[in-house]
T-cell receptor, first 111, second 115 residues
Framework: QKEVEQNSGPLSVPEGAIASLNCTYS??????FFWYRQYSGKSPELIMSIYSNGDKEDGRFTAQLNKASQYVSLLIRDSQPSDSATYLCAVKAGGYQKVTFGTGTKLQVIP | DGGITQSPKYLFRKEGQNVTLSCEQNLNHDAMYWYRQDPGQGLRLIYY???????QKGDIAEGYSVSREKKESFPLTVTSAQKNPTAFYLC??????????????FGPGTRLTVL
């Protein structure tokens, strides 16, 4: 079983719609959760971090965390073609534990 | 202008050669990391360093070596013992590796190709 699972996609949404990206993780003691955006051929860019249950909003992005169900999601409102990228979910337990990355979901925003 | 730099952007290696990838950060971060990314796979941790003069193996350290003589620098050597080195190499740093609140920031990456 993969430690951090994401649907590889591609997830296609029309411009202006809400894109919903999901991630599940296996380690129940995970404490930190991150979403990275990676454009083709480029390095990952941190867009959101979330540490407690509930929602965290930053502009058009909302991260949602449910530790009981072991999933974290990223909502992108008013999706733009420039949002087309691969989104990586990353999870970390406390202390000196490493960050584990999912394989990413490819998002395509159709104009 | 704070950030992480990696050089070179592209690197070509012949069979049997050792090559060194550079990573420098001016964020005053204590922790630094090297990852490898292959198509269709997540980032895999090669080595990490929590502090100067200290480093630990990650999940796929075989065929790689690192040093951490300065806080700002964490070079990665890909040795001839690494049988399949063609990949995208990413360096990252964070304020600390200990805290739960440890956001990692990535450099632009080095794409290594074996000829």
């Amino acid at each position: 079983q993969k430690e951090v699972e994401q649907n590889s996609g591609p997830l296609s949404v029309p411009e202006g719609a809400i894109a919903s990206l999901n991630c599940t993780y296996s380690d129940r003691v995970s404490q930190s959760f991150f979403w990275y955006r990676q454009y083709s051929g480029k390095s990952p860019e941190l867009i959101m971090s979330i540490y407690s249950n509930g929602d965290k909003e930053d502009g058009r992005f909302t991260a949602q965390l449910n530790k009981a169900s072991q999933y974290v999601s990223l909502l992108i409102r008013d999706s733009q073609p420039s949002d087309s990228a691969t989104y990586l979910c990353a999870v970390k337990a406390g202390g000196y534990q490493k960050v584990t990355f999912g394989t990413g979901t490819k998002l395509q925003v159709i104009p | 202008d704070g950030g992480i730099t990696q050089s070179p952007k592209y690197l070509f290696r012949k069979e049997g050669q050792n090559v060194t990838l550079s990573c420098e950060q001016n964020l005053n971060h204590d922790a630094m990391y090297w990852y490898r990314q292959d198509p269709g796979q997540g980032l895999r941790l090669i080595y990490y360093s929590q502090i100067v003069n200290d480093f630990q193996k990650g999940d796929i350290a075989e065929g790689y070596s690192v040093s951490r003589e300065k806080k700002e620098s964490f070079p990665l050597t890909v040795t001839s013992a690494q049988k399949n080195p063609t990949a995208f190499y990413l360096c990252a740093s964070s304020r600390t590796s200990r805290s739960s609140y440890n956001e990692q920031f990535f450099g632009p990456g080095t794409r290594l190709t074996v000829l």
